[in-house]
């Protein structure tokens, strides 16, 4: 059954959380983001993207009321299992399908992105999804710009004032200021360069919530969380 965990700073597993309609199978899930619900809640979604055949006609998202997870005082507290619902929403691409691991979720729009992972010599897209998702329908994600010279894109995440973006390959990190809410707009600049350190196969990064660092792991069991302070 899929699901996802809160940890804490010191990587105790707080909660345990499973998605409670047990029919939802994990094809291949790859990334994460948290945005606003329709009702401007927080949310987070869960993005099962990745298709390294090309194959696939449909992909999809889910979105889950972001959890209230208490701490405590003790030093890794035993972590309590919940079922939480979710909602599932069917994506398309307009040109056909795509491989890609990076999902991004505009703060305050609640917009939803995914980036394109492609190999070297190709250019990564972005495609962006309708202003309103439909849980009844596929939804039909259309290209709005071109990301040149990022191949191998693995996560992604738009810092939490929506100011700016930042997408990771195997070896780095590479950020962009975003104008106004034109995520689009965003890759007509030339991004900075952030040095991420080796990992066996670096493919998660998301911004702190107030904006002050990356912080970024590797797929695979016991990896390190790693986190890469802000040095603009």
């Known amino acids: 059954m899929p699901g996802f965990l809160a940890l804490d700073d010191a990587g105790c597993t707080l909660a345990i959380f499973d998605f409670e309609d047990t029919g939802i199978i994990a094809f291949d899930w790859e990334d994460m983001a948290r945005g606003p619900s329709p009702d401007s809640e927080p949310a987070l979604w869960f993005g099962d993207i990745g298709d390294n055949a090309r194959a696939r006609p449909r992909i999809s998202v889910y979105r889950v009321d972001e959890p209230r997870v208490r701490t405590t005082p003790d030093e890794c507290p035993s972590a309590r299992q919940r079922l939480v619902p979710a909602t ?31 190999g070297g010599g190709e250019e990564a897209d972005l495609y962006a999804a309708p202003a309103e998702l439909r849980a009844k329908r596929a939804n039909v994600l259309r290209r709005v710009a071109g990301i040149p010279d990022m191949a191998s894109v693995t996560a992604g995440d738009i810092d939490p004032d929506g100011s700016r973006l930042a997408l990771r390959n195997y070896q780095s990190a590479f950020e962009w200021p975003i104008p106004g809410d034109d995520v689009a707009g965003a890759f007509a600049a030339e991004p900075r ?11 998660a990064i998301t911004y702190e919530r107030d904006g002050a660092a990356l912080v970024t792991t590797s797929e695979g069991a016991g990896s390190v969380v790693v986190r890469v302070p802000d040095h603009p």
């Open 88 to 118: 599932r929403f069917d994506l398309t691409y307009e040109d056909g399908p795509h491989d890609a691991e990076a999902l991004l979720v505009h703060p305050r729009t609640g917009r939803l992105f995914i980036v394109s992972k492609v």
């Open 193 to 203: 360069t952030i040095a991420l350190p080796p990992m066996p196969q670096g493919e």
